[in-house]
Structure formats: C-alpha cells, structure tokens
C-alpha cells in the first residue's frame, strides 16, 4: 500500500498490539479515577506525555496524543487557568509557544503514581518475579522503541 512495504514480523507486530490494548487499556484506565483527579481523558494524556517530554509545542502534542489541535487548545487552556501547564514563548522561534507541567501538575503525576501503586489490579499482584522482571524488560524496550518512532 502507497509503495511502501511492510514485513510481515512488523504486521504481526502490530496485529499483536492491537489484541494486547484491550487488557492494557483495562488494567490502567481502571486506576485513574475521574472524580477524584478531576482530568478528564484528555488531559490526562496531555500530563503524561509532558511527563516523559517535560515540552512541547501545541502542534507536537496534538500529534502525540492523536487529537486535534482544537481539542488539545481546549484541554491545554483548562490546565493552564488551573494551574497546572505553563505556557512561554519559544527562544529560537517567538511563533512557537511551548507547553510544559507547572510543579502542582508534578505534584498530582507523583500522587497519581502512588495512588495506582496502591490499586494494582488483582492480575497484576499475580506475577511472579521472573515474569514481572520479563514484563518489565519487554515494557522498557518497546517504550524505548515507540519513543524513536515518535515525532
């Protein structure tokens, strides 16, 4: 398709991921309770991204949590007026205005992490160490992966 050949390990690849969200996409979304850290979808994934990135330019975000650039404004201006983005003007390139986590969004990320480490899923607690070791290894290598694909 478009003159561009995929192998099949990397179709293979890909099919497996696709199997795998499910399980994933139930084990933690389940840890992030709306009520109590008042995010919603959205913002969450704008937290998170920031968190590993530290900034980023609305455009790269957008891109990144694969949304548009009206829905990312949105969500972005929300956590900026409470007070967990900040918003400053690229040095290089006044046009570009870059995103990144105020110390209260830090502060809710680590509280965020403690809290899901207290709410494992019951799945989890059930892997012995070798296989949490293998899950780990795996985990850290496909992230690694992702982040050299990513924009």
Same mark, same amino acid.
């Given at each position: ?23 994933? @996409?139930?084990?933690?979304?389940? /840890?992030? %309770? &709306? ?7 959205? !913002? *969450? ?49 006044? @046009?570009?205005?870059?995103?990144? /986590?105020? %110390? &209260? ?7 965020? !992490? *403690? ?37």
């Amino acid at each position: 398709m478009f003159g561009i050949k995929v192998s099949e390990t990397s179709q293979r690849c890909f099919i497996r991921l696709i199997e795998v969200f499910p399980s994933y @996409r139930r084990m933690v979304c389940g /840890l992030f %309770d &709306k009520s109590e850290f008042q995010f919603t979808k959205t !913002q *969450q994934m704008i937290i998170m991204t920031l968190w590993k990135r530290e900034n980023m330019s609305l455009s790269q975000l957008s891109n990144r949590i694969c949304t548009s650039n009206e829905q990312a404004t949105r969500a972005v201006s929300q956590l900026v007026k409470g007070g967990y983005l900040t918003r400053v003007k690229n040095e290089n390139n006044r @046009r570009t205005i870059e995103i990144s /986590l105020t %110390d &209260k969004a830090k502060a809710i990320v680590n509280e965020v !992490q *403690q809290k899901a480490l207290e709410r494992i899923p019951e799945e989890f607690k059930k892997l012995d160490e070798q296989d949490a070791a293998t899950v780990l290894e795996c985990v850290e290598k496909v992230s690694k992966i992702f982040e050299k694909m990513m924009p």
